[in-house]
């Protein structure tokens, strides 16, 4: 106590009263335990957006694969180069207005105007069709005479990876039935073709597609 009667603390006793007293052991614990519990959410919200992004670009890159291959095929049959004898399917000929329009149960054949490039582009014979897991795309010109070449030599494009199942069907006239039956000797060019595939474990949507004709 000073003159004043005021209590009064030593230097030692006031330090004492105000940080004389740490964390206990139970404190230090519940703190970790929280910490932890924020840390394991943070951790874990930031693993499921990159699922979420991987998720998202994944179906995005189907979306656009579907998009340019349907694209690619619907041009290519609407561009089907169809002579004066429908369904034509010899080369040799010396008029060279037959047409070339040949199907099967995982290919399809025709003639077509195809633009490959700013610079690369005309009439070519094409050949769709299902090879080993993947869709392929061949072309060849069309020869002025003697037999066509084999397709297994003619340049080509892998459109679909991971390829498991493929199949055609075509409609000779709009209001008819569907037709799997494979291409035997001379047949007319159908006015639609139906493409079916599934790709990496997923169906894609039914490609209808009409035939220039």
């Known amino acids: 106590m000073n003159s004043d009667g005021v209590n009064t603390l030593s230097t030692s006793g006031f330090h004492q009263a105000i940080g004389g007293r740490g964390f206990t052991l139970v404190e230090v614990m519940v703190a970790l335990t929280i910490l932890s519990l924020v840390v394991m959410a943070t951790v874990t919200g930031l693993r499921t957006l990159a699922n979420?992004?991987?998720a998202i670009e994944r179906a995005a890159h189907r979306v656009d694969e579907i998009r340019s291959v349907s694209g690619f095929l619907r041009d290519l049959l609407e561009s089907a180069v169809?002579?004066?004898?429908?369904g034509g399917l010899r080369l040799g000929g010396s008029s060279g207005q037959e047409t070339y329009?040949?199907?099967?149960?995982?290919?399809?054949?025709l003639e077509s105007t195809v633009l490959f490039g700013e610079r690369y582009g005309g009439s070519y014979?094409?050949?769709?069709?299902?090879?080993?897991s993947a869709l392929v795309l061949r072309w060849q010109e069309r020869p002025a005479s003697g037999e066509l070449e084999d397709?297994?030599?003619t340049s080509s494009r892998v459109m679909i990876e991971h390829l498991e199942e493929f199949s055609l069907a075509t409609r000779a006239e709009y209001g008819e039935d569907w037709s799997d039956r494979k291409s035997e000797g001379q047949l007319s060019v159908?006015?639609?073709v139906r493409?079916?595939?599934k790709a990496a474990g997923?169906?894609?949507p039914d490609l209808i597609l009409q035939v220039q004709r």
């Open 52 to 54: 979420t992004q991987t």
């Open 125 to 132: 014979l094409v050949r769709v069709g299902k090879e080993n």
């Open 202 to 204: 997923r169906d894609w």
């Open 82 to 86: 169809v002579g004066e004898a429908p």
């Open 101 to 109: 329009f040949l199907w099967g149960d995982d290919f399809l054949e």
């Open 195 to 197: 493409l079916q595939m």
């Open 151 to 153: 397709w297994g030599g």
């Open 190 to 192: 159908p006015a639609l």
